[in-house]
Nanobody, 121 residues
Framework: QVHVLESGGGLVQAGGSLRLSCVASGTIFRLNAMGWYRQAPGKQRELVAAISTIGSTNYADSVKGRFTISRDNAKNMAYLQMSSLKPEDTAIYFC???????????????WGQGTQVTVSS
């Protein structure tokens, strides 16, 4: 079983910065893509940023130029550096990893419990 844990959320003023961290642990044969999603109250969960094993990235248009996703393959970690935060960035941020648990397994997606990010105006 693969476990995913996020950290780093909090309350920040508009224009400020936060760095989210995500660690995958447990039985992991291979860790593939990692991504950050967010869900604001009353809205659907949406992709914020994703990164492949070789570092290819993609971002939601709303965060391009403000957020940066990165990963440390040796530590099974992903990060989301968020700058120039806006009140509309307020949401629960979830880390999602695509992983193969054992050499006999197929790829599955695993989610963390989320971390709250609140941006005040």
């Amino acid at each position: 079983q693969v476990h995913v844990l996020e950290s780093g959320g909090g309350l920040v003023q508009a224009g400020g910065s936060l760095r989210l961290s995500c660690v995958a642990s447990g039985t992991i044969f291979r860790l593939n893509a990692m991504g950050w999603y967010r869900q604001a109250p009353g809205k659907q969960r949406e992709l914020v940023a994703a990164i492949s094993t070789i570092g290819s990235t993609n971002y939601a248009d709303s965060v391009k130029g403000r957020f940066t996703i990165s990963r440390d393959n040796a530590k099974n970690m992903a990060y989301l550096q968020m700058s120039s935060l806006k009140p509309e960035d307020t949401a629960i941020y979830f880390c999602q990893v695509s992983a193969i648990a054992t050499k006999y397994s197929g790829e599955d997606d695993y989610w963390g419990q989320g971390t709250q990010v609140t941006v005040s105006s």
